[in-house]
């Protein structure tokens, strides 16, 4: 029997449902605030309706909002929608302000002429602001209970108008009291009680305008998200702990909607090779979204020069710079003075002139940026771009040479995986050379050296010798 599973709920589903109840919620409360208000001419009730119709507004603005901010990024939009959520709350705004300058002018018009200040008594003001009450503090909660969950920029507008409307709802409520007290008591001063409850309303619903107000400028103008900003410090803590970031040179971050986005500048080794400066990316990146999480993050590295770097690495920095590979560097050092050996491959199909102009450039580069070097001298060499195609030799005599030409080096413990080819009348060897374990590379290099020059010597037909140098403890014979 086969089971229909369920559909798993989104992030979007919740905030579109969410967004929906409060319409629904917004709507039923605007009308039943606006209808005791004309029954009993209360210019507080009044007010209150009119502040639920705008959150009623507001609502029905979030809700599409939502809707359209959700979509995916597309070819116009590389960014995503989300800045439609900022929208939504600017307009928000713009309502909310005209309400308050109404509410305002019309309450002071009633104080300043005592008119209007007659209520008719009733019950049921009290009932559906007890109502109000109870309702604005229930989607209060769900909205910043789902905002804080999706990190919509929207419901927690909402969450936030519908939290202020219970303190704007219990000034009202105070002020209906007041005055219908007044009536009973024939206290003309109490009869003020429902336009200064008004007053208080404009004074509330203006606060909340002002601080929706300048957290859609600082989205809109693309400021740092408050989060980002409460971070920073410990976010340029954990870049700067990266293994291969020698700074960090800027750090900037926006919001839209529901998403981050940071664009991050750091300083690292100008010799690391591509490979390594990717994995710092990566790090980088990481570092970023455990604070901003999914944040989507573009990482730009800056080449510096280390402090640590020898003089061999600043003159290959140089070099790397104009995309060139040079080997076998060598410094000596003779009357104070520093002279440098290299050698520099170029494509084959080069002309002479144009390779020793691309060294006469190199040359002078490095004279200009490592001044400690006197003369240079570059061997120039051809890169091979084709693939050769030799023929396997099996020549037992030959090895054996090589064998017994090793035994004369004590530190060689065995000679192995010989293979011998030739191409034309050109012979050449590889093989793999077992060496101590705790053998300095300098003396490994010594000693290959010399098996390579004594082995040529006596077997001249041999033009080359490749070794491949093994630790005892990794030998794959």
Not at 451 to 457: Q, S
Request: hydrophobic fraction near 45%; charge should be negative; proline fraction near 4%.
């Amino acid at each position: 029997m086969t089971q229909t599973a369920k559909p798993q709920t989104t992030p979007q589903r919740s905030k579109s449902s969410a967004a929906l109840f409060s319409v629904f919620a917004a709507a039923g409360v605007t009308l039943l605030k606006f209808i005791t208000g004309i029954l009993t001419g209360s210019l507080g009730m009044i007010s209150e309706a009119a502040h639920s119709g705008i959150d009623l507004i507001a609502s029905a603005i979030t809700f599409f909002s939502i809707r359209a901010a959700d979509r995916p990024a597309d070819a116009d939009h590389t960014y995503g929608h989300g800045k439609i959520e900022s929208l939504s709350a600017a307009f928000e705004t713009v309502l909310m302000l005209t309400s308050c300058i109404w509410i305002l002018t019309e309450a002071i018009h009633r104080i300043a002429l005592r008119q209007h200040l007659s209520l008719n008594f009733s019950i049921w003001p009290f009932a559906v602001l007890l109502l109000s009450i109870t309702v604005d503090y229930t989607r209060s909660r769900k909205l910043l209970r789902i905002a804080r969950e999706t990190n919509s920029e929207a419901l927690a507008a909402d969450a936030l108008h519908f939290s202020t409307d219970i303190w704007a709802s219990l000034a009202v409520l105070f002020g209906l009291a007041a005055s219908y007290t007044g009536q009973i008591l024939n206290i003309r001063a109490l009869e003020l009680a429902d336009p200064i409850a008004a007053i208080v309303v404009s004074a509330v619903i203006l606060h909340v305008t002002y601080r929706l107000a300048r957290t859609t400028l600082d989205a809109l103008t693309d400021a740092t998200p408050p989060e980002a900003r409460a971070q920073n410090r410990d976010m340029m803590r954990d870049l700067a702990a990266i293994d291969g970031v020698l700074s960090v040179e800027r750090v900037r971050t926006r919001r839209s909607g529901p998403d981050y986005f940071a664009d991050v500048t750091l300083g690292m080794p100008r010799n690391l090779t591509f490979q390594r400066t990717e994995q710092i990316t990566q790090s980088a990146t990481a570092a970023v979204q455990r604070h901003l999480p999914g944040a989507d993050v573009v990482v730009h590295p800056v080449p510096l020069a280390d402090r640590s770097e020898s003089i061999h690495d600043r003159i290959r920095a140089v070099a790397a710079r104009s995309n060139l590979n040079v080997h076998d560097v060598s410094l000596q050092e003779y009357n104070h003075q520093l002279h440098l050996e290299q050698h520099l491959e170029v494509a084959e199909t080069m002309s002479l002139s144009d390779a020793h102009a691309l060294v006469t450039q190199l040359e002078a580069n490095i004279r200009r940026e490592v001044p400690e070097v006197s003369t240079i001298l570059t061997h120039i060499e051809s890169e091979t771009a084709t693939i050769e195609r030799p023929s396997l030799e099996h020549d037992r005599q030959l090895v054996d040479h090589l064998r017994r030409v090793a035994q004369s080096f004590p530190q060689i413990l065995d000679i192995h995986e010989v293979l011998i080819t030739r191409i034309h009348d050109r012979i050449q060897v590889n093989c793999h050379c077992t060496l101590p374990d705790d053998l300095p590379m300098s003396e490994v290099h010594a000693i290959i050296t010399a098996l390579e020059n004594t082995f040529k010597a006596e077997v001249p037909e041999v033009s080359r010798l490749l070794i491949h140098p093994e630790p005892a403890t990794d030998n794959r014979r």
